[in-house]
């Protein structure tokens, strides 16, 4: 285990603090529902947990990664709905706007974010552009007054609740993914529609829509970075996302685990506590390893972002091996539960249907390995 700082101590407490008083009382009934969790985002915005990494220069509480870490896995553990909102808050957000922006762009739309406590979206999926990005068939064509967007994406998350949107098109379709540039759309922006909300297995609190693009027209200030570099943009966020969802699944898998702990010991059978059959023991041993080795995983990815090198294929890993190993838990868990952890009298069977997602979004798990074969054989990274 990592040797924590003591703010990282106090950040992690304050998380756990807010997801267990104010979050976890409310999951079920927002994923019932499937309405937005609007008292959670509030308590996580007051904390300043909505842009963790974000210079205090903007509004940002200027945390480090691990820190970012240590409260997606308490925000996730008690909703993994809410870890989902601030994950994509922090990571995709606000950070190409802070890394990739301009002035303009930092003043007008990453302080919305960070101190205005406004949420962030991120689009670059498309109905037939997932994980081939560079397939995306949206456009933005400059002209006199701006750039004219037109096209779609899908698996929004924050969709309709967001007011900033950083959105990719393609500039110059014909050079490929190096044609695609980044920009920042503000809902409410004539041409710009945020579809339906999409009806999901899991995380179903979490807004999930496409958006559509019909002669919007956004002036040039918006472009973030310059033309040409919104793939780099793109890969660089993802990178660091990754991360986020990694602390997400940490935080499914672990509220998995300790309900199965918890249900084996009191539940009986056979005349004695079901914790006592080593089979279910074993099980419960293979599953802490799992996640105790996700989240070395993880942390070192987040050490590695924080010293400012290159960790695209530790975030990867753990991205991978956390959301893998969070599915896993959550299967033992419900297994433990038997008929009971099959409905929705206990939480598990939502841990169950929200471990999933996070083995899909921000790059599958084919995607991660693809990745991760690419450090290793191309690139020579073995460390």
Request: charged letters at 25%; glycine letters at 10%; one cysteine or more.
């Amino acid at each position: 285990m990592l040797e924590l700082t003591e703010e990282q101590q106090l950040i992690k407490q304050t998380a756990k603090d807010i997801a267990t008083d104010i979050i976890a009382p409310l999951a079920s009934e927002y994923d019932a529902k499937e309405t937005f969790p609007q008292k959670s985002f509030e308590a996580l915005r007051d904390a300043g947990f909505l842009a963790m990494m974000v210079s205090p220069e903007y509004g940002g509480s200027g945390l480090d990664t691990i820190s970012y870490v240590l409260a997606m896995e308490e925000v996730s553990k008690a909703c993994a709905s809410t870890g989902v909102m601030m994950s994509v808050n922090n990571s995709l957000a606000a950070h190409p706007l802070e890394k990739f922006g301009s002035d303009y762009i930092k003043d007008n739309f990453l302080r919305r974010i960070a101190e205005g406590g406004k949420l962030g979206a991120f689009g670059l999926s498309e109905p037939d552009a997932g994980s081939d990005p560079a397939g995306g068939k949206t456009t933005a064509v400059k002209e006199e007054n701006g750039y004219v967007l037109n096209g779609s994406k899908m698996w929004i998350t924050n969709g309709g609740v967001a007011e900033v949107y950083v959105i990719f098109a393609n500039t110059t379709p014909e050079l490929g993914h190096k044609g695609m540039s980044a920009f920042v759309v503000e809902k409410g922006t004539k041409g710009f529609e945020i579809g339906p909300k999409e009806h999901k297995l899991g995380i179903k609190a979490s807004p999930t829509t496409p958006l559509n693009f019909d002669d919007c027209i956004i002036p040039s200030e918006n472009l973030i970075g310059s033309e040409g570099e919104g793939f780099k943009i793109a890969m660089n966020t993802l990178d660091g996302g990754r991360i986020g969802i990694a602390g997400q699944a940490l935080g499914i898998g672990q509220a998995a685990l300790e309900a199965a702990v918890n249900y084996a010991n009191i539940r009986e059978a056979f005349g004695k506590k079901i914790s006592q059959f080593q089979g279910l023991r074993w099980s419960i041993a293979d599953s802490a390893m799992d996640m105790e080795a996700a989240r070395l995983l993880t942390f070192r990815a987040a050490k590695l972002k924080d010293q400012g090198k290159r960790f695209t294929k530790e975030a990867a890993m753990a991205k991978l091996y956390a959301s893998e190993a969070a599915v896993r838990s959550a299967d033992m868990s419900l297994q433990i539960h038997g008929g009971s952890g099959y409905s929705r009298d206990f939480p598990v069977e939502r841990y169950y249907r929200d471990a999933k997602i996070t083995a899909i979004y921000e790059g599958t798990s084919e995607i991660q390995r693809v990745v991760i074969s690419r450090e290793i054989i191309e690139k020579k990274n073995y460390s």
